[in-house]
C-alpha cells in the first residue's frame, strides 16, 4: 500500500496536482462512500481529471498517460477513482458507443478532491468522458485482457513494473 501511495503521489507532483497532500485525505472520504462494495478487494484504477486531459495514474499500464485506453473484463467490478487536479469543475461519465449513459460518479470543482464509482463492465462500454470537458477529457474503453489490478503484494507489483514492458499487445491498440 505504502509504494502504491507514492506512486499515487508521484504522478500527481508530476502534473502538477494543485494539493496533492489533500488528495490524499480525500482518499479516505472516497473509500467510505464506496464501503459496501466488499467484493472488490482490487487496487482501483485511478486518473487525475484536468481541462486538457484525464490523466493516467494506476495502474502502470496507463501510468503517464493522457486519456488513456480503459482495458476492462466483462463482469468485472471496478472501482474508478479521479483526482481533480485543476480545480475546474469534472465529472467521469461512462458511455456507450451510441452515447448512452451507463454509469456517472459525483461531480468535483475542488482541486485535491478524490471522486470514487464503482463500475460493473460490461461490454456496451465504449467510452468515458468528462461531462464538462466531454472533447478534451476522453479516452477509450476496450475489452482486452483486462489489467492486472490484484493485490498480490510487492512481487506482482514488481514485475508490473519491470517485466512487461512489451508483451506485443501494447501497439496493436493504437
Ligand atoms: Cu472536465
Not at 464501503?35 to 486531459?53: C, K, M, V
Not at 472501482?79 to 485543476?86: F, K, Q, S, Y
Not at 469543475?89 to 458507443?97: A, F, M, R, Y
Amino acid at each position: 500500500m505504502t509504494s502504491f501511495e507514492q506512486t499515487r503521489r508521484t504522478a500527481l507532483e508530476l502534473i502538477g496536482a494543485a494539493a496533492a497532500g489533500t488528495a490524499l485525505t480525500g482518499a479516505v472520504t472516497a473509500q467510505e462512500n464506496g464501503s459496501e462494495d466488499e467484493e472488490t478487494d482490487r487496487q482501483p484504477i485511478i486518473l487525475a481529471g484536468r481541462i486538457e486531459y484525464w490523466y493516467g495514474i494506476a495502474p502502470v499500464e496507463i501510468e503517464g498517460e493522457e486519456n488513456p485506453t480503459l482495458d476492462l473484463e466483462d463482469g468485472e467490478v471496478y472501482e474508478l477513482v479521479w483526482i481533480n487536479a485543476d480545480g475546474a469543475e469534472h465529472e467521469l461519465i461512462v458511455e456507450t458507443e451510441d452515447g448512452q449513459e451507463l454509469e456517472a460518479s459525483d461531480s468535483s470543482e475542488e482541486a485535491g478532491e478524490t471522486v470514487s464509482m464503482t463500475f460493473e463492465a460490461n461490454e456496451d462500454a465504449a467510452e468515458y468522458y468528462c461531462e464538462f470537458h466531454p472533447e478534451s477529457m476522453r479516452g477509450d474503453v476496450e475489452f482486452n485482457d483486462g489489467f492486472d489490478l490484484s493485490t498480490g503484494g510487492d512481487d506482482a507489483e514488481t514485475g508490473a513494473a519491470t517485466g512487461t514492458e512489451s508483451n506485443g499487445n501494447d501497439e496493436s491498440g493504437y
